[in-house]
């Protein structure tokens, strides 16, 4: 074994599972981050966490509305996805430059993609710094799945976007 940096590391660890975090903006529109450090945190209650850059348009939105809906995009958003990640949603609308498609949620303002295996309607219990990055808490609410769509998987250390191939 040789020793590795983390981005080296990542690649050894693909696929990861590719989230897009949709947030309230400040003008009621949703915003789009693709985030893969993301994880089940507990059972009972059931709660998720996720990492964002300290200056993360997102995670500030997040801590300031207390709100998320993490999803696991279908394959059809994957070069939507990886635009999205090529900007910031304080300075651009994602979704409006990306043409998504999007869909109210029950119970939540947030809209999310309407190619959606699953979402996860949260509320933010605590944010902690870590490192570079700020951990969010959440407890999740309610989930939303449709198993017959595909989700994307960040590949290669994020070079590609794409499902994973069962087998």
Request: include cysteine.
């Amino acid at each position: 074994m040789k020793e590795l940096n983390i981005m080296e590391a990542t690649v050894l660890t693909s696929p990861n599972p590719l989230t897009l975090i949709c947030s309230k903006k400040e003008d009621g529109s949703t915003n789009l981050a693709p985030i893969c450090f993301v994880s089940y945190l507990s059972f009972n209650p059931p709660m998720v966490g996720f990492a964002t850059g300290k200056q993360s348009h997102t995670g500030k939105r997040v801590r300031e509305t207390g709100k998320v809906i993490v999803t696991v995009p279908s394959e059809s958003l994957a070069g939507a996805v990886m635009a999205c990640g090529a900007s910031t949603g304080a300075e651009t609308d994602k979704v409006a430059a990306n043409n998504i498609k999007m869909m109210a949620v029950e119970g939540s303002d947030i809209q999310i993609p309407a190619d959606t295996r699953l979402a996860m309607v949260a509320t933010l219990q605590q944010s902690m710094e870590v490192g570079d990055h700020i951990l969010h808490i959440c407890q999740v609410d309610k989930f939303l799945g449709d198993e017959d769509k595909k989700g994307l998987y960040a590949w290669n250390g994020f070079g590609k976007v794409a499902p994973a191939v069962e087998g």
